[in-house]
């Protein structure tokens, strides 16, 4: 595992795309690897931070097992950088008005704020994929190509009307008083859509544990519990109505792009996704794998991304 050093901007109080202002904003990043490698930006979903691979119990990498030396994005080459979405805590002056739009011109200020005029590749997946095309479709020259991971154009309806169920829990939460318990359960119904119906029947004996109460609700209550003591309410709220908002033309991204993911993906299913191939402006390619874990595979299928990610950065030196 690797240590970084941090890197931020503070871009203070500024308008939003949709009109918001965003309070005392300080953009931040982190930066591990090679100072004088090609630069590789990684992006993940909305629970991800700038801690890529950091190897410390309170910021731990999320994909370590990916970013490290001698790893598919390989530390010895490579010049990577981590990256936080915001609202940093929910500071925004009026909610849930953060576009992807907004995450690509932040991270342009932040690229921007280290004299780095170009990079060599944008990695994004679930958000950070959505926020990566964002970048591409503003900022064309200042990246060369991008690998999108489990995110397409737009957003797919059915994820839509869950994310919208997920927020009117996390609501009634703060109404009463409760936020973390409306962020549990909110969470809890995102984890059955991260995941795939066969994983569950695979995993779970559907043990009674408690009267009225099963293994399954057992392991969806600790997913709950972990993501409603690491997020604030009112974070969340902003960023799942921000995958909500996001739209991009693929016709106006030109950067060639490698797109990524699990066909049983009910997030980012494999139509969107081939249609994004087939409409962007540039060179693409779509690489598709099998997994039991859906929309969280760029989280658990390391052994079926990582030859191709390999391979992807090979492409870069």
Not at 6 to 25: A, K, N, S
Not at 59 to 76: F, K, T
Not at 261 to 271: F, G, M, R
Request: aromatic share 8%; with cysteine.
């Amino acid at each position: 595992m690797a240590s970084g050093h941090d890197i931020e901007i503070d871009l203070g109080t500024h308008v939003l795309e949709r009109g918001c202002d965003i309070v005392d904003d300080v953009v931040r990043g982190r930066v591990y690897g090679n100072p004088e490698g090609p630069v590789i930006v990684v992006l993940g979903g909305i629970s991800a931070t700038r801690f890529v691979c950091d190897g410390g119990k309170l910021d731990r990498g999320w994909w370590s097992r990916l970013v490290r030396a001698g790893g598919a994005i390989d530390l010895n080459r490579f010049k990577v950088i981590g990256y936080d979405f915001a609202p940093n805590d929910g500071g925004l002056a009026c909610p849930e008005t953060i576009t992807t739009t907004d995450q690509a011109a932040r991270l342009k200020a932040l690229l921007d704020s280290q004299n780095i005029e170009f990079v060599a590749a944008i990695i994004g997946s679930s958000y950070g994929g959505m926020c990566a095309l964002a970048f591409a479709r503003d900022y064309p020259d200042a990246v060369e190509t991008l690998c999108i991971i489990g995110a397409a154009h737009r957003p797919y309806p059915i994820g839509v009307g869950w994310r919208g169920i997920q927020r009117r829990l996390v609501r009634l939460g703060l109404d009463a008083g409760q936020p973390e318990a409306g962020l549990k359960l909110a969470r809890e119904l995102a984890m059955t859509t991260y995941r795939t119906p066969e994983e569950f029947a695979d995993r779970f004996d559907l043990e009674e544990t408690a009267k009225g109460r099963f293994d399954i609700c057992d392991y969806l209550g600790s997913r709950g519990d972990v993501f409603a003591a690491n997020m604030d309410a009112r974070r969340f709220l902003a960023l799942s109505e921000s995958i909500d908002l996001h739209r991009v033309e693929p016709e106006s991204i030109t950067t060639p792009t490698l797109l990524m993911t699990a066909i049983s993906d009910q997030l980012a299913p494999l139509p969107d996704m081939r249609e994004l191939r087939d409409r962007l402006g540039g060179k693409s390619e779509l690489y598709t794998f099998t997994s039991l874990y859906g929309h969280d595979a760029f989280l658990k299928e390391y052994d079926a991304m990582d030859p191709r990610l390999a391979e992807f950065c090979n492409g870069l030196v």
